[in-house]
């Protein structure tokens, strides 16, 4: 008489035990395992064969890996490849080293500040400077500045090359931090307040050469009720 399963359907597709319990009731955790590892596939090659017939060229090479007979019915859609590179973005005609503009966004909209150099990323490198009205070095897109007809010669301010994108860089968070949930804020970069006030000094003694232009610096652009920008001149 054959033996009758442990196992039973109940209905079609549902047992009577669950895998674990199958597996518990035939003691299978008491047999041995034993594995053997499948011997080394020889990598696939192309072969030569032989080809009869004298306007047949007498060899044929077969490739190891054959094309499929079958396409697929849908054209899957490939990227295309863009040949066209990056350009530095031009700036605008009325900006220039030394123009004084005013933000229109960010931390300190409403501030004037002297452009000092455009970086290669297209962005503004300016300064307030930050000791007449706070602003620091900053990089600021020119989309959101109004250029003014004040100009400061810059000739004798040197800026230091390694003021460019990288320097405005911010560390990556660590792993551990994020975990830990420090949220305390970092210490301002000595090495950074250094810059900022050889940077103010030579901008300083500019500024210095023209009446109330420190006054203009230090004051707020605003608009009141019934004035528009399109129709200033700045």
Excluded: W
Excluded at 100 to 127: E, H, N, T
């Amino acid at each position: 008489m054959p033996h009758a399963p442990r196992n039973s359907f109940i209905a079609p597709g549902v047992t009577r035990f669950s895998r674990s319990a199958a597996y518990a009731k035939k003691a299978a955790y008491k047999r041995k395992h034993v594995t053997v590892a499948a011997a080394p596939k020889a990598a696939a090659t192309d072969k030569t064969v032989e080809v009869k017939g004298g306007k047949n060229g007498a060899k044929r090479t077969v490739p190891a890996q054959k094309a499929s007979r079958f396409y697929p019915a849908e054209d899957v859609p490939q990227p295309k490849l863009g040949r066209k590179t990056a350009k530095k973005t031009g700036l605008r005609s009325t900006i220039t080293a030394g123009t004084v503009v005013i933000l229109l966004a960010g931390r300190y909209r409403g501030k004037r500040v002297v452009v000092l150099k455009q970086l290669d990323s297209g962005l503004l490198l300016v300064s307030g400077p930050f000791k007449i009205n706070g602003v620091p070095l900053r990089r600021v897109n020119q989309a959101y500045v109004i250029a003014t007809s004040t100009k400061l010669d810059l000739s004798a301010v040197k800026i230091d090359e390694k003021i460019n994108d990288a320097y405005f860089k911010k560390a990556a968070k660590t792993d551990k931090a994020f975990l830990e949930g420090e949220s305390k804020k970092a210490a301002f970069p000595a090495s950074k307040a250094a810059d900022q006030k050889v940077v103010d000094k030579a901008l300083l003694e500019v500024v210095a050469k023209t009446p109330f232009l420190r006054q203009y610096l230090v004051s707020t652009f605003s608009l009141q009720k019934g004035q528009f920008p399109h129709a200033m001149k700045f």
